[in-house]
């Protein structure tokens, strides 16, 4: 069965250090791989995806994430984190189901940011 | 316009009130979707329409009636929803419902059941 891990739940780091969150699936074809972030109460906005190609993909708000088919693993990095940074991070894999996709999700990392 | 909408951003409803979430998107998206999201879990899928029709069920209650009355709008029909309904209610829509496109989400409806 399809699956996104997502081993760490909840992550503190400094204001201007560097950031790495991981996810990892399990998914027999080729993923379609996406990161979104939810503030508190809001709903999820798209950080960046993978389809095909280049395996290093660049995002919003200076977020990148390498895919590793070898690891199965799509982590997302952020060379300096903002206090703004602070949210819930989602990975996830979109599945066909009979020609529509479906989205399954990790189940999050939450980051929070000291001064 | 590029967002999605849903209203209203908050509901408390008692466990035999009849009420309905509404979410609109004018970005053409063929797509739409409901989610259903308890505190610090991730999203859960409740339904899928693709050109207005109803395309995937994830075995909802009932209770939930979902309907979509045009490319632009969907509704969720609530009736007899017990406390552990209660959550955040996600919308949100894709261009189509084939595979590798990212979906839009709309910021939620805040349901609280009594």
């Known amino acids: 069965a399809q699956s996104v891990t997502q081993p760490d739940i909840h992550i503190t780091v400094s204001e201007g250090a560097s950031l790495e969150l991981r996810c990892n699936y399990s998914?027999?074809?080729?993923?379609?791989l996406f990161w979104y972030v939810q503030s508190p109460g809001q709903g999820l906005q798209l950080l960046l995806k993978?389809?095909?190609?280049?395996?290093l993909v660049q995002g919003i708000k200076g977020f990148e994430a390498e895919f590793k088919r070898s690891q199965s693993s799509f982590n997302l990095r952020k060379p300096s984190v903002h206090w703004s940074d602070a949210a819930e991070y989602f990975c996830?894999?979109?599945?066909?189901?009979?020609?529509?996709?479906?989205?399954?999700f990790g189940t999050g990392t939450r980051l929070t940011i000291i001064p | 316009d590029t967002e999605v909408t849903q209203t209203p951003k908050h509901l408390v409803m008692g466990m035999t009130n009849k009420k309905s979430l509404k979410c609109e998107q004018h970005?053409?998206?063929?797509?739409m979707y409901w989610y259903k999201q308890k505190a610090k879990k991730p999203p859960e899928l409740m339904f899928v329409?693709?050109?207005?029709?109803?395309?995937i069920n994830e075995s909802v209650p009932s209770r939930f009636s979902p309907e979509c009355p045009n490319s632009s709008l969907l509704n969720l029909h609530l009736h007899a929803l017990q406390p552990e309904d209660s959550a955040l209610y996600l919308c949100?829509?894709?261009?189509?419902?084939?595979?590798?496109?990212?979906?839009?989400f709309g910021p939620g409806t805040r349901l609280t059941v009594t």
């Open positions: 949100a829509s894709r261009p189509s419902s084939g595979v590798g496109g990212e979906q839009y």
């Open positions: 998914y027999g074809a080729t993923p379609y």
């Open positions: 993978y389809f095909s190609g280049d395996t």
């Open positions: 996830a894999v979109g599945i066909s189901n009979f020609g529509n996709e479906k989205l399954t």
């Open positions: 970005m053409g998206h063929r797509a």
């Open positions: 329409y693709s050109y207005e029709k109803l395309s």
